[in-house]
């Protein structure tokens, strides 16, 4: 397993599909390719230090904020500090039954911006949730629940 030099995402070695994500200057297409994190312009492969500064000289015509993001790793790909774990898990254990929702939640609101802690969020809610539902099971058969 190989990972991208740039967000440390596991990556194939495997030649796939590349998707267009913009449009340069001179009408060539960009392409990012998913399981590689590669980038090139017609067919040209392009660095990532090369396709920011194109984009920062305004030579790329991208075809959505989402797909700009995608291609130059402009998000935070920072994972979650010291405090937000303790913020987080907190919260999840204070609301076991919707934590799983609540990971999915952030999951889905920051995976563009900030895809490493919206996967470590996704993870610590479900985890918490499946926690929960042991806990309670167990409980729940040694009769210490209150009224069982
Ligand atoms: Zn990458």
């Known amino acids: 397993m190989t990972r991208c030099q740039w967000c440390k995402a596991d990556i194939g070695d495997a030649a796939s599909a590349t998707s267009v ?3 340069y200057v001179d009408g060539r297409p960009v392409r990012f390719a998913a399981a590689t994190h590669s980038l090139d312009v ?3 492969p392009v660095g990532l230090d090369d396709m920011r500064a194109y984009d920062a000289a305004s030579q790329i015509k991208w075809t959505s904020d ?3 993001r995608l291609a130059l790793h402009a998000y935070d790909g920072s994972p ?3 405090l937000e774990w303790v913020i987080f898990t ?6 076991p039954g ?3 929702i609540l990971g999915t939640v952030f999951y ?3 995976n563009k911006s900030q895809p490493v ?3 470590q969020l996704l993870r610590l809610g479900w985890i918490i949730f499946a926690m929960a539902v042991v806990v309670i099971g167990v409980l729940d058969y040694t009769h210490l629940l209150p009224g069982t």
């Open 21 to 23: 994500v913009g449009t």
């Open 42 to 44: 017609g067919g040209t």
């Open 66 to 68: 989402d797909a700009r």
């Open 80 to 82: 979650l500090s010291s």
């Open 90 to 95: 907190v919260a999840f254990v204070a609301l």
């Open 98 to 100: 919707f934590s799983g």
């Open 108 to 110: 889905l609101a920051w």
């Open 117 to 119: 802690k919206a996967r």
